[in-house]
């Protein structure tokens, strides 16, 4: 079955540093996607990615954030200043652009700001 | 925005009942997702579903979609502790919608 790998798979960091989350996704997968989990809550749509392009973004993924493709095969979520409240679990996540449309996730990526 | 809601928050059934879990969502939309999600595990995907009338099964869980009502079920029979869990519904639009989940525990 297709994998999606994440590294780190816990971040600790204090107030106000950089992030960098790290997504291997599967290949010939083309939308990307990136939520964030608080602990005990839902699943919060991040952002989207198609064609190297964010197609769609939510209200939460404001300036501090951002996403690029690097190499072609890695795909990273960067936290600019982090803040208490960006403390949780991070997915980054693959659709393929065929049926069943089955979206795979990966293991997830624990951000803690202390 | 799309609103999607899931009833009930909790859920505490005794093993070898029956119990459906319901997906609103206030907005139409080609795709209902089922997720299940382990204690500090990352979501395991349970069943798409693309059409009003959709059904799909897999062991004691069917879900089914209807979107002229905007619901998605997902149905347990016969409950065993394996299946204690929580389980989200989440909607395609734009974005992904998730539903606020639903913390099921079977009790032996």
């Known amino acids: 079955e297709p994998e999606v790998t994440q590294t780190p798979s816990h971040q600790v960091t204090q107030m106000g540093q950089e992030v960098i989350l790290r997504c291997v996704p599967i290949s010939n997968h083309l939308y990307f996607y990136w939520y964030r989990q608080i602990l005990g809550q839902k699943v919060e749509f991040l952002v989207s990615f198609y064609n190297n392009e964010i197609s769609e973004k939510s209200e939460i993924f404001d300036d501090q954030f951002s996403v690029e493709r690097p190499d072609g095969s890695n795909f990273t979520l960067k936290i600019r200043s982090t803040k208490l409240e960006d403390s949780a679990m991070y997915f980054c996540?693959?659709?393929?652009?065929?049926?069943?449309?089955?979206?795979?996730f990966g293991p997830g990526t624990r951000l803690t700001v202390t | 925005e799309l609103k999607v809601e899931q009833n009930p928050l909790f859920l505490s059934m005794q093993e070898g009942k029956n119990y459906t879990i319901y997906c609103n969502y206030s907005?139409?939309?080609?795709?209902l997702y089922w997720y299940r999600q382990d204690p500090g595990k990352s979501l395991e995907s349970l069943f798409v579903l693309l059409s009003n009338g959709a059904v799909k099964q897999e062991g004691r869980l069917m879900a089914s979609l209807d979107t002229k009502a905007r619901l998605s079920t997902l149905h347990i029979t016969a409950a065993v502790h394996d299946l204690s869990a929580t389980y989200f519904c989440a909607v395609a639009g734009n974005q992904f919608y998730f539903g606020t989940g639903t913390s099921l525990t079977v009790i032996p």
């Open positions: 996540a693959n659709l393929g652009p065929w049926g069943p449309y089955e979206q795979y």
């Open positions: 907005t139409t939309s080609d795709r």
